[in-house]
């Protein structure tokens, strides 16, 4: 009988670690289509190479990947460019590799203040979109921070970091962000 | 020993199926599907009204509009109605009396009747003539957090009522990351004033929002020689031929709406009071006849998760409504008043059921009880001397109904809906009480209204996705409309008369959705409409004698086509095109060549907006309606139109807005409706034609400036 009460409880610890633990329906999908529109409605200065057609737009993840291979899936895909150019993917392990990211994604396991200090100490001042999903990292100098709210996936947006990137953002992704300081310059 | 193995090997197995496992094929699909969504889709911005659960607007078996609050805001309308008059396929009417609403080329006399009108998912019906009058909803657009709009028939899930579809407002929406107080205040034309205030707070597990507002209008200056065919009419109707209608369109509207949610209840409360003058099958004489309205709404909800596949939702709402009239017309002297009211309240049980991902199940049962309905008329000067109609003492109007809808996903590509509603309102007596009881020279009569038949009401969709940027569905509904108190009062003077049956509508609608480019979108519907058993005023023959009552005689066709186009070439810059052709035939046997009164067979919508920057926006709104005919009246003999034909209108309005003022939440806005000027004519109803055959005259150029602060 022991044995059989043993089985069920290693059973049922089995079955509840293949449960996702999302708390929105297919959050990192979402975060990944995400980043394409994002791109849609930022332009990036001039100068940026992203308007180097030769070269690959860059999103770089940084910590823990948390999309599996949801980004190399989705952006493998012909149809899934970001403007109009084809994607590569990066997890960046070092810092010197984050320059060369157009998006840079921070994970949720960066979550000590000096880390995020290292990267940010690189984006700052860059046209690098930097994208967050811990509360507080748009306060800190993340340029966009997503969260969840009343499951629904919102982001706010570090007005001056933004400013200092030179990232153009459109009226329609500001309104329906949260800003965190005044978009106007000081 | 043989434990710690199995511990192991099950620890192992474990450790196979993390957390994010998914097969290849399923990781294709979801990329496909969520790569192809917009932004606001992939932000989950979602709908609620098509099927009291939410979904996203492609998914949703039926033609749907959505208006955002960022919308209002950019466009700057000024009243609700504002808002619906620039929806695609409706369009306003104003007699003087009551504002009232055209919807894809069907228009009825009884003010808001096809349509069903929520606020914060509340229908906000007036129980005496099954309708959904402007004058009880005075939503102050600055308390509208989202409109959903969804056109075609919608009775399976919302009952009777809902002929061409439901217009659900949302003023409860509340988000802590967005400013949650607002004060403000508006000047405008016609001496029109406006307060507005908002706050919501979280306090725990405890939310709230509350809105108030105040608004007054001096209302139009519009010279009665203007809209009577023969001014010469005038003097023997008590005014001198260059009467106008100062001082007698005045409006003042008071709103409070306090909502919120604690754990698993929700609770949602309003209170509306309106004062409106207008006139009435005679032109008013002095201060012009005054129309109080009082409605008062209070709403308890439950949510309760079942199982992760099941969860019930369940409302029980008390509404007490009170309409009092103060008639003006004819002579200085001139006494009639007339009062009327009904309260009652409506429970609603839903339950949402996913057995499997591929399938939803939504069922429902909504039972409404409404008592102490009056009608009480005193106008001495036509021979109606305390005249009281009203439900006969321990009667109620009992409507009762059950739903289920099924959802199911056949595949990627193909989606399908059905479902069906039972409803029933068995009938009720009614009696009409004339003289005073006090002094005991008082009669009875009574009659009983009785329709104890089942209507059956079903719907059926299919949404197939050609491929991720092409959407069709294709949509049968059925939706009835039972007659209302007023329409059964006939009963009481001729008790003979058949009962009335619900007005039955059969909607068969195709949809197309194309995202032709991440810029450029285009939404196409083409219709078809049959209306049946309609309750016109009719000539009937009792006991030799002609007398005109109402009856099921009305048989109409309409078909016709919608088209929107949304183009935004650039982030700052948003265009939306919207044209719609409607054709309405009257199907009765002698009719067929009379043209259908307020039945545009035209209405376009033009709306654009640029922001300069963040914070500064101009936009602009147009809508043209093609001419319209006025009330043709069977009882007459010669059938007669009560007016002449309008000619269309093209209303341009300009907005512009400008946010975060100062640095802070200040902004300030200023719409100006009818940029050109343009003479709006709506034509005459069997309310005003006597003063206005040639139709009423509607707003001319207008502004409306507001100041206010988001904090």
Not at chain 1, 128 to 147: C, D, Q, R
Not at chain 2, 245 to 272: M, P, V
Not at chain 2, 384 to 404: K, M, P, V
Not at chain 2, 431 to 454: C, L, Y
Request: hydrophobic share 40%; net charge neutral.
């Amino acid at each position: 009988m022991r044995k059989c009460i043993t089985v069920l409880v290693l059973l049922v610890v089995t079955l509840l670690s293949a449960l996702p633990l999302f708390s929105i329906e297919d959050e990192y999908y979402r975060k990944a289509a995400l980043f394409k529109i994002f791109s849609q409605y930022i332009q990036w200065p001039k100068n940026s190479d992203v308007n180097d057609r030769s070269k690959p737009f860059v999103v770089g993840v940084i910590g823990k990947n948390p999309f599996g291979s949801i980004l190399e899936a989705a952006y493998s895909q012909e149809e899934n460019k970001i403007k109009d150019k084809k994607v590569e993917i990066r997890y960046i392990s070092k810092m010197e590799e984050i320059e060369s990211c157009h998006i840079l994604f921070i994970s949720k396991s960066i979550d000590k203040e000096q880390e995020l200090e290292e990267i940010l100490a690189v984006t700052r001042g860059k046209p690098i979109l930097t994208i967050g999903e811990t509360k507080g990292f748009a306060g800190k100098g993340v340029l966009f921070n997503l969260f969840i709210s009343r499951d629904e996936i919102r982001f706010e947006i570090n007005a001056q970091a933004l400013r200092e990137s030179r990232l153009i953002p459109s009226s329609q992704l500001l309104s329906v962000a949260k800003i965190v300081g005044s978009l106007e310059a000081p | 020993m043989k434990m710690k193995k199995l511990f192991i090997s099950v620890a192992f197995l474990a450790m196979l199926f993390p957390s994010n496992i998914y097969s290849q094929d399923q990781d294709i699909k979801k990329i496909k599907k969520y790569f192809k969504m917009d932004l606001q889709q992939l932000l989950n911005l979602v709908i609620t009204t098509a099927g009291k659960k939410k979904e996203k607007i492609s998914d949703i078996p039926a033609s749907v509009v959505l208006v955002t609050r960022e919308e209002i805001e950019t466009y700057g309308y000024q009243t609700l109605a504002e808002i619906v008059e620039n929806i695609p396929g409706l369009y306003i009417t104003d007699d003087y009396w009551s504002q009232n609403t055209g919807i894809r080329g069907f228009w009825d006399y009884t003010s808001n009747r096809n349509i069903i009108i929520l606020v914060n998912g509340i229908p906000l019906r007036n129980e005496l003539s099954s309708s959904y009058s402007f004058e009880n909803i005075v939503v102050p657009v600055e308390a509208i957090d989202r409109i959903e709009v969804v056109r075609g028939p919608m009775s399976v899930i919302y009952g009777n009522g809902a002929f061409f579809g439901v217009i659900n407002i949302f003023t409860n929406q509340f988000d802590e990351k967005e400013s949650v107080n607002q004060v403000s205040a508006s000047i405008g034309s016609e001496k029109t004033s406006k307060l507005f205030v908002r706050t919501a707070g979280k306090q725990g597990d405890f939310q709230y929002v509350f809105n108030g507002s105040y608004f007054y209008t001096y209302g139009l200056d519009v010279p009665l020689s203007k809209m009577v065919s023969s001014p010469a009419i005038l003097p023997y109707l008590g005014l001198s031929e260059d009467h106008t209608t100062e001082g007698q369109l005045e409006r003042s509207e008071k709103f409070f709406n306090f909502s919120g949610t604690f754990k698993a209840f929700s609770f949602d409360t309003s209170y509306t009071e309106t004062g409106k003058e207008g006139s009435v099958i005679f032109p008013s004489i002095a201060d012009g006849t005054s129309f109080v309205t009082k409605d008062m709404r209070i709403n308890v909800g439950y949510k309760k998760k079942l199982s992760n596949t099941s969860r019930l939702e369940s409302k029980v709402c008390y509404f007490m409504h009170r309409y009092s009239a103060d008639y003006d017309m004819l002579f200085e002297e001139f006494y009639g008043t007339q009062e009327e009211g009904a309260f009652g309240f409506r429970a609603a049980l839903n339950l949402f059921i996913t057995p499997s991902p591929k399938l939803d199940i939504t069922m429902g049962m909504d039972y409404i009880y409404v008592q102490d309905v009056f009608n009480d008329v005193t106008v001495p000067a036509f021979a109606r001397n305390l005249y009281h109609y009203r439900l006969a003492d321990g009667e109620a109007i009992i409507t009762q109904s059950i739903f289920a809808q099924i959802d199911y996903t056949l595949s990627d590509r193909l989606k399908f809906t059905a479902g069906a509603m039972l409803e029933q309102t068995p009938g009720y007596t009614l009696e009409e009480r004339i003289g005073d009881f006090t002094i005991g020279n008082a009669s009875i009569t009574q009659a009983t209204f009785s329709h104890p038949q089942v209507e059956f009401v079903p719907r059926i969709a299919l949404i197939y996705s050609l491929n991720d940027r092409n959407i069709f569905k294709f949509l049968y509904g059925k939706a009835i409309n039972r007659p209302s108190f007023f329409q059964n009062i006939d009963l009481l003077f001729t008790p003979d008369l058949p009962p009335l049956k619900p007005e039955t509508i059969h909607t068969f609608e195709i949809n197309y959705i194309a995202q032709l480019s991440s810029k450029f979108t285009m939404n196409l519907s083409v219709f078809r409409n049959i209306l049946d058993k309609l309750i016109y005023r009719s000539l009937y023959i009792v006991d030799d004698t002609v007398n005109a009552y109402h009856a099921n005689v009305g048989e109409m066709g309409t078909h016709g086509a919608e088209m929107t186009v949304i183009c935004s070439p650039s982030p700052n810059l948003y265009f939306e095109l919207s044209g719609t052709y409607q054709y309405t035939q009257d199907k009765r046997a002698g009719f067929e060549d009379i043209e259908v009164a307020y039945s545009p067979k035209f209405l376009g919508y033009l709306k654009a907006s640029y922001f300069f920057n963040k914070n500064i926006s101009l936009s602009v709104t147009g809508n043209y309606v093609s001419p319209m005919e006025s009330y043709y009246d069977a009882t007459l003999s010669p059938p007669t139109r009560l007016g002449e034909k309008v000619d269309g209108y093209f209303l341009l309005g300009a907005n512009l807005r400008i946010r975060k003022l100062f640095g802070i939440g200040m902004f300030l806005n200023l719409r100006v409706s009818n940029l050109l000027d343009e003479e709006v004519r709506y034509p005459a109803t069997a309310n005003n034609f006597q003063f206005a055959s040639k139709g009423t005259i509607g707003r001319g150029r207008s502004f409306l400036l507001t100041i206010g602060w988001k904090f």
